[in-house]
């Protein structure tokens, strides 16, 4: 059974950090892409960050670029966005996904860990 299990929200303030991190099991993640997606209340949810499970190549929204960084620990099945800089802006549930990288349909979904930033 394939599981993403979020962790590391929770409340700060302005100009803080946070670690999130996304446990993975249930299947070689081998050529499969990894990404970070958030949902504020009343908004769509939008795609932060991403990271191919085997390589290098990165992904950043625009308005994150510079503040958080994604990166993959292959020995412990994790990954992890690093999010400095926090803004109230970045509130939001923070969910890890899982496609494959033929297709642009995530298979696998995590739970969320809310992110709330104070000013």
């Known amino acids: 059974q394939v599981q993403l299990v979020e962790s590391g929200g929770g409340l700060v303030q302005a100009g803080a950090s946070l670690r999130l991190s996304c446990a993975v099991s249930?299947?070689?993640?081998?050529?499969?892409?990894i990404s970070w997606f958030r949902q504020a209340p009343g908004k769509d949810r939008e795609l932060v960050a991403g990271?191919?499970?085997?390589?290098?190549?990165?992904y950043y929204l625009d308005s994150v670029k510079g503040r958080f960084t994604i990166s993959r620990d292959s020995a412990k099945n994790t990954v992890y966005l690093q999010m400095n800089r926090l803004k109230p802006d970045d509130t939001a549930v923070y969910y890890c996904?899982?496609?494959?990288?033929?297709?642009?349909?995530?298979?696998?979904w995590g739970q969320g860990t809310q992110v709330t930033v104070s000013s």
């Open positions: 996904a899982a496609r494959t990288l033929a297709t642009e349909k995530y298979d696998y």
């Open positions: 249930g299947r070689t993640f081998s050529g499969y892409y």
């Open positions: 990271i191919r499970w085997g390589g290098s190549t990165t």
